[in-house]
């Protein structure tokens, strides 16, 4: 942390620098080891032969149910995102309920049934859980934790480790960004904005393993939590190499675009639920972008940049008029509570 | 998407960057009063779409940058008394104090919440009857009515705990100190909302007694783009006046309602300004009969005295003298993660424009 903190901000959870820096120098210090040092979205662990993706994630969303989605579908997705951007095909998931006394019943039986209904079209099974009731007060309503582990293909085992990125590789997205951040908050704040912006809240392991099975990747990513921005942050950071994103490209939904000009957010910020960032050469990019434009979940895919030899580990974004930024990952908690 | 687009376009701005080469050949310097003005111009590159002789200089016109460091320590202050709720709009609570920020001072326990209309401070108030709500009032003639509707809305509706700390202020008066001062410009570029409310009179004597050109400008590329030439053309005919930019919003008498409100609620006062001192009858205060919702009246609080942060140049850089790049703490010591002053945390600031478009 370049400042010593002395307790824990909302801005530490945001997926942003603060969270970044938490993780490097508090959780990693202790835990380090070789498998958690990758640091990518599922861990990829030896069993005998096979290799497995394991993940987990919590659910702490406000509003419990948003348009799009409730707390339960995010549950699944997250997760199942998770391994399936790892290259894994999901199997089976943990569901684990922290809930307020005095929850409304009907309330988590629609929120159990959401589970069961995207645990099923997403094709994995719930196989374990555990249940905690706290005191009114302690906790918010009900926060879901989820756990899922998924098998490995051995060709694509390696896509979530960012190998082989060149200049001229290009940035592919499955469609309009900021859809979930923007849905949660409108329902959130007392904004009355009459808009259709819908969380895109989306399992996306069937549409990746289509992908997957046709055409090789170079790496994938979910752009949750701090967006797009974040995510390729992250990945330029990595590979030392710079990004080059075109506005022109970016897909993003009149809704979504005009609450942030209204509110004065960067879409690139907003996080997402259902999209995957992809990168693959220029030639197997624009066959990825047809195959995924098949799919109900893909159909405004777009190239949104490329992988450039400049600015190595920064992403910078060009508008039409000429004029160029740097796209920097989210500081600070713009939108907490939205996962 | 409509009223964003068709000032966004590109052949119109790269026709108006041609016709700015050829009207003048002075070296003009232009200040930007506006953070949403230099937001604009850094986000669509404009700066490399005007001829060599045109220079753009920012202004002090960021409500976040300019609220003085003892305002930021009165609110921090507020928040640690028992029973206070802080409601604000989000940037100012990353803003550093003295010694500390809102941020946190809510991980201290400190209920701060982020609102995005007073409108909201009025309904926490009104659901919390046992707490006192403290909204912070920052902002220039543009926001300023919003405030004054929600204290009038208050007496109205007999709202007890609702307290306004305001650090308000006007336009006009400090654009006449920076020239008083001896910043060297030939024109501004003023704010378009701020005049969406007062009308255009304000700047009369900033071209009559100052001899500058005034445009009121909108806020999308080809607004500035317009703004700019304007006042190329006017520099060129030598007769320095004010003239509306942004007709689609402004007109030359403003909002008279939102004006009346204003003053029902408010009384001009010298104020505190970050970096530029005290500038007489700048700043806004809330009226004597009004009182019972003045948080400066209703709380009583010890404040130390406000430190700026050491090295932070955001005062010269506010009163267009320096730009980022000349401070030795930005980008490295002073990051939009990390900030040391003001100009570096809000999204409107100098500082954090430059950080964010310095490739």
Request: net charge neutral; aromatic share 6%.
């Amino acid at each position: 942390m370049n400042k010593k903190e002395d307790k824990i901000l909302l801005g530490h959870g945001s997926g942003g620098r603060l969270m970044h820096d938490l993780i490097e120098n508090l959780f990693l210090k202790h835990f380090s080891n070789t498998i958690l040092n990758e640091q990518t979205d599922a861990a990829i662990l030896k069993v005998g032969s096979d290799e497995i993706a394991f993940t987990t994630d919590s659910f702490v969303i406000d509003p419990l149910f948003f348009p799009g989605g409730n707390i339960g579908k995010l549950a699944v997705c997250g997760t199942v995102n998770d391994l399936a951007v790892s290259g894994a095909e999901p199997l089976y998931l943990s569901v684990s309920m922290i809930i307020e006394e005095g929850f409304p019943m009907k309330d988590l039986e629609t929120i159990v049934e959401s589970l069961a209904a995207e645990a099923q079209k997403a094709g994995v099974k719930i196989v374990t859980g555990d249940t905690k009731v706290v005191n009114k007060g302690k906790c918010d309503k009900l926060f879901i934790n989820t756990a899922g582990i998924g098998r490995v293909k051995k060709e694509n085992r390696l896509v979530s480790k960012a190998m082989d990125i060149l200049p001229g590789d290009v940035i592919i997205i499955n469609g309009t960004i900021g859809d979930h951040g923007m849905a949660v908050m409108n329902a959130r704040e007392s904004f009355n904005f009459r808009t259709s912006v819908e969380s895109d809240c989306a399992s996306l392991n069937q549409l990746i393993r289509e992908v997957l099975d046709q055409s090789p990747v170079k790496f994938m990513r979910d752009p949750t939590r701090g967006g797009v921005a974040t995510a390729l942050n992250e990945l330029a950071y990595k590979i030392q190499l710079g990004i080059e994103l075109d506005e022109s490209a970016l897909p993003v939904t009149n809704g979504v675009k005009a609450m942030c000009e209204l509110l004065g957010f960067d879409p690139l910020h907003i996080a997402n639920e259902g999209k995957v960032l992809m990168v693959a050469s220029e030639k197997d990019g624009n066959a990825i972008l047809e195959i995924l434009k098949k799919n109900e979940l893909g159909r405004k895919s777009s190239i949104i940049g490329r992988v450039v030899a400049d600015h190595p580990g920064k992403v910078v974004l060009k508008n039409e008029t000429g004029g160029r930024r740097i796209v920097d990952s989210l500081s600070g908690d713009q939108l907490p509570r939205i996962c | 998407m409509k009223y964003v687009d068709e000032y966004r376009k590109k052949d119109l701005i790269l026709s108006i960057s041609e016709k700015l080469k050829s009207v003048s050949n002075k070296e003009i310097v232009l200040m930007e009063v506006c953070g949403g003005h230099t937001m604009a111009i850094h986000r669509f590159g404009l700066h490399s779409l005007l001829p060599s002789n045109i220079k753009l200089i920012s202004g002090p016109g960021c409500p976040v940058c300019v609220s003085s460091q003892h305002f930021i320590d009165t609110a921090m202050a507020y928040s640690k008394l028992s029973g206070v709720i802080i409601t604000t709009y989000g940037d100012l609570i990353r803003v550093p104090g003295s010694t500390t920020s809102l941020e946190k001072e809510r991980a201290n326990g400190s209920d701060v919440r982020i609102i995005y209309s007073v409108l909201d401070a009025l309904e926490i108030a009104k659901s919390n009857p046992e707490k006192s709500v403290v909204f912070l009032g920052i902002g220039f003639e543009t926001t300023a009515p919003l405030t004054a509707a929600a204290i009038l809305q208050a007496q109205k509706e007999n709202i007890p705990n609702f307290f306004v700390l305001s650090a308000h202020k006007v336009m006009p008066p400090v654009m006449k100190a920076l020239v008083n001062e001896g910043v060297k410009i030939n024109g501004f570029i003023a704010p378009g909302h701020v005049s969406a409310i007062t009308g255009t009179a304000i700047y009369d004597d900033l071209a009559s007694v100052y001899k500058l050109g005034v445009v009121v400008s909108g806020f999308e590329p080809v607004d500035m783009m317009q703004s700019v030439l304007m006042l190329a053309e006017q520099l060129e005919s030598v007769t320095p006046k004010v003239e509306v930019q942004y007709q689609r919003v402004v007109q030359h008498d403003g909002n008279k309602i939102a004006q009346q409100i204003l003053e029902d609620v408010f009384d001009l006062r010298d104020d505190q300004w970050r970096g530029l001192g005290t500038i007489p009858k700048s700043g806004l205060k809330i009226r004597e009969n009004l009182a019972a919702f003045d948080a400066e009246k209703h709380f009583q609080v010890e404040v130390p005295l406000s430190t700026e942060p050491k090295g932070c140049i955001c005062g010269q850089i506010l009163r267009g003298l320096k730009t980022p790049v000349d401070c030795r703490l930005f980008a490295k010591k002073c990051t939009p993660a990390d900030p040391v002053g003001a100009c570096m945390v809000s999204g409107e600031g100098t500082c954090a424009t430059y950080y964010k478009y310095r490739s």
